[in-house]
Nanobody, 116 residues
Framework: QVQLVESGGGLVQAGGPLRLSCTAS?????MGWFRQAPGKERERVAT????????DYADSVKGRFTISRDNAKNTVYLQMNSLKPEDTAVYYC????????????WGQGTQVTVSS
């Protein structure tokens, strides 16, 4: 089992930055950030490999968001810049199962609200 705890959400003005953190209870492999806005399905935002050298982003956040990780701290980050009101959502951290290579472990979510 892996427990994931997110932090760093909050209210920010459009154009501003925000950094999310997610700390795992133990070593993890592939990790990612997802988000879900009211009335919408959950969507993938960014993913990162165990080594941190392979990342992938949703088109809507490319060039604005950066995912990174510090394996010594079992922590993954999401640096969000140039935030837009449409980025408002609950953001979830997720970790892959080493058995299935699918996202299996989820955090409780942290609210990000971007005001215009």
């Amino acid at each position: 089992q892996v427990q994931l705890v997110e932090s760093g959400g909050g209210l920010v003005q459009a154009g501003g930055p925000l950094r999310l953190s997610c700390t795992a209870s133990r070593r993890t492999y592939g990790m990612g950030w997802f988000r879900q806005a009211p009335g919408k399905e959950r969507e993938r935002v960014a993913t990162v490999s165990w080594s941190g050298d392979i990342t992938d982003y949703a088109d809507s956040v490319k060039g604005r968001f950066t995912i990174s990780r510090d394996n010594a701290k079992n922590t993954v980050y999401l640096q969000m810049n140039s935030l837009k009101p449409e980025d408002t959502a609950v953001y979830y951290c997720a970790a892959k199962s080493v058995v299935t290579n699918a996202f299996h472990y989820w955090g409780q979510g942290t609210q990000v609200t971007v005001s215009s």
